[in-house]
Nanobody
Framework: QVQLVESGGGLVQAGGSLRLSCAASGRTFSSYAMGWFRQAPGKEREFVVAVSWSGGSTAYADSVKGRFTISRDNAKNTVYLQMNSLKPEDTAVYYC????????????????????WGLGTQVTVSS
């Protein structure tokens, strides 16, 4: 079992920055990949970014490349999402997710590729 708790969301003006955190507990944190997804009102949950168990590999959605950066601190059991140059279209609830025993690929852009989810944190970007 893995428990995930997100924090760091809030209201920010367009062009601003936020850093989200996701604290994990339970299973050995350094043994699985982590991802961030987001869901805007009336839309499906979409992939944002993922990081491998070691932090050595990352994958980004095209919409956030160059603006968002994922990192992890395995000593603190925490994954971070640094979001810069925020746009109103980034407004959504952001969820972190754990990919435990994910199979041959180290990450997935599909929600079904993740076993555990946090409850989410709201990010609102005003224009």
């Amino acid at each position: 079992q893995v428990q995930l708790v997100e924090s760091g969301g809030g209201l920010v003006q367009a062009g601003g920055s936020l850093r989200l955190s996701c604290a994990a507990s339970g299973r050995t944190f350094s043994s699985y990949a982590m991802g961030w997804f987001r869901q805007a009102p009336g839309k499906e949950r979409e992939f944002v970014v993922a990081v491998s168990w070691s932090g050595g590999s990352t994958a980004y959605a095209d919409s956030v490349k160059g603006r968002f950066t994922i990192s992890r601190d395995n000593a603190k059991n925490t994954v971070y999402l640094q979001m810069n140059s925020l746009k109103p279209e980034d407004t959504a609830v952001y969820y972190c997710a754990a990919r435990v025993n994910g199979g041959s690929r180290w990450y997935s852009a599909d929600t079904r590729g993740y076993n555990y989810w946090g409850l989410g944190t709201q990010v609102t970007v005003s224009s």
